[in-house]
């Protein structure tokens, strides 16, 4: 019976397969296409000039398929890696995105680079590139995305590169790449993304930039040369940020400028040389860098909110009064160097320092008068009793993207402005607990403010005279050591109006990362006050570790006189002679020797003679 039940259960079983069959085993996973035998070769040169361990040869193939491979390295730091297209099943893949970035020992760009005619992203930042753009990135006219950015690169754009019509992000910010500003960019109008600035470009802006109509970000800036003015601004209406700082921008203000820009969130026109009123700057919730042009009439109040980020500061003919933030929420804007009256936000002794600062008189302000001051920047009050001055100022007010703060004593003044326009960050004070090389006062270096864009700090009611400048510096946020680093920060120093750093890297000073080095410098007060400036020059490296690590960093300020002798100090020392004074007196001592030595030896002749002539004559004597 059981047989039979078997049979039965066996057939049903069958009969219901049939009807319903089960649905058929996957197929087997589909193997990786190989890469284009020319792109692998290509490639194959390419790293291994750059020693990047991908060891094909002409001869030998890699030990893996790059379009398997892919990333080589990849951090945020450092990057070493590619992706391919292997859309069609019949084809090989094409390498289509390169991306090496953050290996300081890369000098050279391998020819075999363009032989990657596939190559829609190009991204070589943050290397140590020199030399001329190679002609042969012309080869690449499908590029999209090409970033050169934060290299040595010189000379000046290739023509070659005017037949790049795809591209649609070009970054090429700090190098040394010279010449005009390339009218040829006009013909990109896929640009939704333009970065050219810290380098050593002229101007002016060409015209034709108003072609570019896709905009969604456009910085230019630190262009020499012929006069800017707004005639290439256009109906950019998908344009979010505008950054023109430092463009030799002369002229007013657009009419149009809210209906030519409607989505605009952040706009950059610091250091030009723009005038006229801001009546015609939208007054929506927009961040608003003004600084260092020559803007008058009133500031619309309007325009002054609590939540935007505004600084309108030396614009010495902007006048007007700031409102009353409601709910006493504090503004953030920077008027230092204007003419604008915040008696409704600002006590009386604060009003008279920042006329003095204007140069308005600072004698009268001071009752008695310094000769040192200090400041431990970003950090607390720290005393050195055995130091001039000993007290260290606390620095560590919350200054945003746009303002300042008077100390309490009214002795220093620090005037912050700057925010990434892309990251929104502006530390303003960055810290470490580590410890900080070659200095017995650490403390000193394990804060400091910083800024993406100007410092300055002003030591006020100072007699007149010389003073000796001590600015400490130590490196705290961008890790590595000036031979082998992936981050590189830069910036200006002026002092008293005069430039004494160009380019200055902390790193490089210091020789390395957390080590302590400091700058001295003499200047001369003849107002009461003495300038200190640190100022972004568009170099550096701008997202290590962290998006908006770039611009001026400061860690303390010491003011003091010239240190002058004790009065119960050593005589100097008697100079000593030079050698061939000293071979002439031996030349001259030895001819004095041999006529005394002559002398004696004649004057014993002489004596001898005279007995022996005595003897003759007189035998019996």
């Known amino acids: 019976m059981a047989p039979l039940l078997l049979l039965l259960a066996l057939t049903g079983l069958a009969v219901a397969a049939a009807q319903f069959p089960f649905p ?34 002409a001869t030998t193939p890699p030990p893996e398929d790059p379009c398997a491979k892919k990333v080589w390295f990849g951090s945020l730091a450092r990057n070493a890696s590619i992706n391919c297209s292997c859309d069609v099943s019949f084809l090989p893949c ?43 990135i012309a080869n690449l006219s499908k590029l999209e995305t090409w970033h050169f950015n934060n290299n040595q690169l010189n000379g000046s754009f290739p023509n070659g590169s005017s037949g790049l019509r795809s591209l649609q992000s070009l970054w090429m910010f700090d190098n040394y790449i010279e010449g005009t500003l390339p009218e040829f960019i006009a013909n990109f109008t896929n640009l939704t993304d333009l970065r050219i600035y810290g380098m050593k470009l002229q101007g002016p802006i060409p015209k034709n930039f108003s072609n570019l109509i896709n905009l969604e970000k456009l910085m230019l800036g630190d262009l020499d040369g012929q006069n800017s003015t707004f005639d290439f601004i256009a109906n950019w209406t998908n344009l979010s940020t505008l950054s023109l700082r430092n463009c030799g921008i002369t002229g007013q203000l657009p009419n149009m400028l809210s209906i030519l820009l409607p989505n605009l969130t952040y706009l950059d026109l610091g250091s030009n040389n723009i005038s006229g009123s801001l009546g015609q700057l939208p007054y929506k919730d927009l961040s608003l860098y003004l600084g260092g042009n020559n803007f008058s009439g009133n500031l619309p109040s309007e ?40 008696s409704r936000t600002t006590n009386s002794e604060n009003l008279a320092l920042l006329d003095c600062l204007r140069m308005k008189g600072c004698k009268s302000f001071y009752k008695s008068l310094i000769t040192s001051c200090a400041v431990n920047c ?15 100022y606390d620095d560590t007010s919350d200054l945003g993207a746009a303002d300042f703060h008077i100390n309490t004593d009214g002795q220093w003044v620090v005037s912050h402005v700057g925010s990434d326009p892309l990251s929104n960050s502006s530390d303003g004070i960055v810290s470490t607990s580590q410890g900080i090389l070659g200095t017995d006062t650490p403390e000193l270096y394990q804060t400091a403010r910083t800024s993406q864009s100007d410092l300055w700090y002003y030591v006020v009611g100072l007699s007149m005279g010389n003073y000796t400048v001590q600015l400490f510096f130590a490196e705290i946020v961008i890790e590595g050591n000036f031979n082998n680093r992936t981050g590189r920060r830069s910036f200006n120093i002026d002092i008293q109006d005069q430039n004494i750093k160009t380019d200055f890297d902390i790193t490089k000073e210091a020789d390395g990362f957390r080590k302590a080095t400091n700058i001295t410098y003499e200047a001369t007060v003849d107002n009461s006050v003495l300038k200190i400036h640190l100022y972004w020059n568009g170099r550096g490296t701008h997202a290590i570790p962290y998006e908006g690590a770039y611009g001026p960093l400061v860690s303390a300020i010491r003011v003091f006189p010239p240190e002058i002798p004790p009065n119960n100090s050593p005589p100097p020392a008697r100079p000593q002679a030079a050698p061939h004074d000293n071979k002439r007196r031996g030349v001259v001592a030895g001819i004095a020797a041999l006529c005394i030595a002559a002398a004696v030896i004649s004057s014993s ?12 004559k007189h035998p019996n004597a």
């Open 378 to 392: 970003g950090g607390k009050q720290t005393t050195y009793p055995d130091s001039l001055p000993n007290i260290f």
């Open 303 to 342: 325009m002054v909110q609590s939540s935007r980020l505004m600084d309108v500061s030396y614009n010495p003919f902007l006048n007007g009064s700031l409102p009353v933030s409601p709910g006493g929420q504090k503004l953030s804007i920077n008027y230092i160097g204007t003419s604008i009256d915040a």
């Open 94 to 136: 094409r390498i289509t995105h390169l991306n090496v970035t953050g290996y300081q020992n890369l000098t050279d760009i391998p020819p075999a680079l363009f032989s990657l005619t596939e190559l829609v992203s190009l991204d070589l930042s943050n290397n140590n590139l020199i030399g001329q753009i190679p002609p042969g």
């Open 605 to 616: 002749v002489v004596y001898l003679w005279w007995k022996w002539v005595s003897l003759v």
């Open 24 to 57: 058929p085993p996957p197929p087997p996973p589909q193997q990786q296409q190989p890469t284009s035998a020319s792109d692998a070769a290509a490639l194959s040169a390419v790293f291994r000039q750059w020693g990047l361990g991908y060891a094909a040869t």
